[in-house]
């Protein structure tokens, strides 16, 4: 099954700073990578995805990147707010087969 | 209602009864899964229902978990015989159809075998 691996664990920015966090994936034939944020006390919410026919996507402040040929894929986050204070989750699969985490970052923004 | 419900929010049992915990999904949606997240772990996947497929279960940590899905819409899972370590929040979702689909996921189960 697919293995997905994220890093860091934990990530402190100033506000107004920007933050990345990397996941890789094992399985080539994974082509949807969904990125989720998971508040204190709520199950996660999707923040923003990407398909496999595309090298990148942006949303606001979010974006997402995708190496296809390298199996990595990474999540954007510019102009930190402290509200973007959360755990962070990537994730992976393919159609028809489950969606498999990695384990998380918890983002924290200083004021 | 609009997403996915879970009960009970809170379930504290003692060690080696059985517990059962439940998920209605959102309306309409035919991928049901089940998570596990520990105290400040990540995501440990437990199984996956699509339609009328046999479910994942490859997830499932040990033969005390089982999980069924009736009429395609309402999800149980079931731990037997708990243990202190199945003490964990325990979130589902729902997906409209297969995987690559956007998940939305229930508030979770915060379970505490004493």
């Known amino acids: 099954g697919e293995n997905v691996e994220q890093h860091p664990s934990t990530l402190s920015v100033q506000e107004g700073d920007s933050a990345v966090i990397k996941c890789t994936y094992s399985?080539?034939?994974?082509?949807?990578f969904p990125w989720y944020k998971q508040e204190l006390g709520k199950g996660p919410q999707l923040i923003i995805d990407?398909?496999?026919?595309?090298g990148e996507k942006k949303d606001q402040r979010i974006a997402v990147t995708l190496n296809k040929t390298a199996k990595h894929f990474s999540l954007h986050i510019t102009e930190t707010q402290p509200e973007d204070s959360a755990v962070y989750f990537c994730?992976?699969?393919?159609?028809?087969?489950?969606?498999?985490f990695g384990a998380g970052t918890r983002l924290t923004v200083k004021p | 209602g609009a997403g996915v419900s879970q009960s009970p929010s809170n379930k504290v049992t003692e060690k080696g009864k059985d517990v059962e915990l439940r998920c209605d999904p959102i309306?309409?949606?035919?991928?049901l899964y089940w998570y596990r997240q520990s105290l400040g772990q990540g995501l440990e996947f437990l199984i996956y229902?699509?339609?009328?497929?046999?479910?994942?279960k490859s997830g499932l940590p040990s033969d005390r978990f089982s999980a069924e899905r009736t009429g395609g819409s309402v999800s149980t899972l079931t731990i037997q015989r708990t243990q202190q370590e199945d003490s964990a929040v325990y979130l589902c979702?729902?997906?409209?159809?297969?995987?690559?689909?956007?998940?939305?996921f229930g508030s979770g189960t915060q379970l505490s075998v004493l």
């Open positions: 399985d080539s034939a994974s082509n949807y």
């Open positions: 990407i398909r496999s026919n595309v």
């Open positions: 979702a729902s997906s409209l159809g297969g995987a690559a689909e956007k998940l939305f």
């Open positions: 994730a992976a699969s393919m159609r028809n087969n489950d969606m498999r």
């Open positions: 309306s309409g949606h035919t991928a």
């Open positions: 229902f699509q339609g009328n497929s046999a479910p994942d």
